[in-house]
C-alpha cells in the first residue's frame, strides 16, 4: 500500500547517526549541549589558575572555596525556583544579613542556640512571605517590590547592629569549620538544599506548578493552580533559605558586621542563577546549571584574591558576567523552538 515505508528509508536513519556523531564533536556542537558552554569556560578559568597560583589547588584553598560558595549555593537554589515560576526576589542577600545580625545579638546575650536557629529562620520566612503578599495581591513589580525590601532591610541591619561588629565566640563555630569525612558541613547543607530544590522542581507537583506559573500565569489559574497561594509559598521558602544562608554566613565567620551579606552576596546569586540557564522570564530553569554557576562564580573571586587582583574588581568581574549572561539567556529563549 502507499503507506509502507520506503526500502530506502532504512538505510537513511542507520547512515543518520554517523552524522550525527560528527557534528557533536564540533566545538559549536559542544555549545548546544546542557551548560557546555558554562563547563568549557569553568575549566579554562580553572586551568589559568592553577597555572599561574600553585596554592589553588591545595587542599585548604579548595575547602576555603566550597565553604565560601555554599552560602551562594543555598540562596541561588531558593531563587532558581522561584524565577522558574516567574518571580523575583532581590532582597534575599540582605534578609541574610538582617538574619546573621539578630542571630548574633541573641547568642551574644546568652540565647541557646537551637532558640536562636528556630527564631532566625521564622523571622526570615516572614520576610520573605511580605515579599509575597506585596507582589501578590499589590500587583506591584517584584523587582521593584524586592529591591525596595532590600534598602529597607540593610537599613534594619545596620540598626540591629548598630553599626559594631558582634562576636559569637565558638558557638555555631563546628557548622562554619568542622567537616564530616573530609567534606565540609557547610558544603553538605548546600548539596542537600540543593538535591531537595532540584527533585521537586523535576518530581513534585509544587515544581511541576512554579514551571506552569513561569509560562503563563494565565493558563496556569486556569487549569486549577492556586496561582496566589503557590506564590506566598515560594517567597517564603525564598526567605527560610536565604535565613539558612545568613546562619551559614554567621558560623563561618563567627561574628556579624556592618555590610555584611547584602547586595553583593545577591547579585552573586543571581549572576549564578541567570548564567546557569534560568530564564528571567520565567518558566525555564535547572539546578545542574546553578550550580555550575556558583562554582564558576566562586572560582573566578578566588582566582582574583589569589593573582591578588584588586577586590574591586570582584564587583566589575560580577556585573559583566552577569549583564553578559542576561544577553545570552535572552537570545537562547527567542532562539528556541515556539519563540
Known sequence: ????????????????????????????????????????????????????????????????????????????????????????????????????????????????????????????????????????????????????????????????????????????????????????YLLIVALLVLALIGLAMRFATFGRDAFAMGGNEHVARLSGINVSGRKLALYALAGALAGLAGLMLLSRLGAAAPNTGGLQLQLTAVAAVVIGGTSLAGGHGTIPGTILGVMLLGVVANALNLLQVNSYYQFVVTGAVLLLAAIVNEFQRKSAPGH
Open 1 to 184: 500500500m502507499s503507506l509502507k515505508t520506503p526500502s530506502a528509508a532504512p538505510d537513511a536513519v542507520a547512515a543518520a547517526p554517523p552524522e550525527r556523531t560528527a557534528s557533536r564533536l564540533t566545538p559549536r556542537a559542544l555549545l548546544h549541549v546542557p551548560h557546555g558552554g558554562l563547563v568549557v569556560v569553568l575549566v579554562l578559568v580553572a586551568v589559568f589558575t592553577a597555572l599561574q597560583a600553585d596554592s589553588f589547588t591545595s587542599s585548604q584553598n579548595l575547602l576555603n572555596v566550597t565553604r565560601q560558595i555554599s552560602v551562594t549555593a543555598v540562596i541561588a537554589a531558593g531563587l532558581t525556583l522561584l524565577m522558574t515560576a516567574g518571580g523575583m526576589d532581590f532582597s534575599m542577600g540582605s534578609n541574610a544579613a538582617v538574619t546573621l545580625s539578630v542571630a548574633a545579638q541573641f547568642l551574644s546575650k546568652g540565647h541557646s542556640t537551637a532558640v536562636t536557629v528556630v527564631a532566625s529562620l521564622l523571622l526570615a520566612s516572614v520576610i520573605g512571605l511580605v515579599n509575597g503578599l506585596v507582589v501578590t495581591f499589590t500587583r506591584v513589580a517584584p523587582f521593584v517590590a524586592t529591591l525596595a525590601t532590600a534598602m529597607l532591610l540593610d537599613g534594619v541591619a545596620l540598626l540591629v547592629l548598630n553599626g559594631e561588629s558582634i562576636s559569637i565566640g565558638v558557638k555555631m563555630s563546628a557548622l562554619g569549620n568542622s567537616s564530616l569525612l573530609g567534606i565540609p
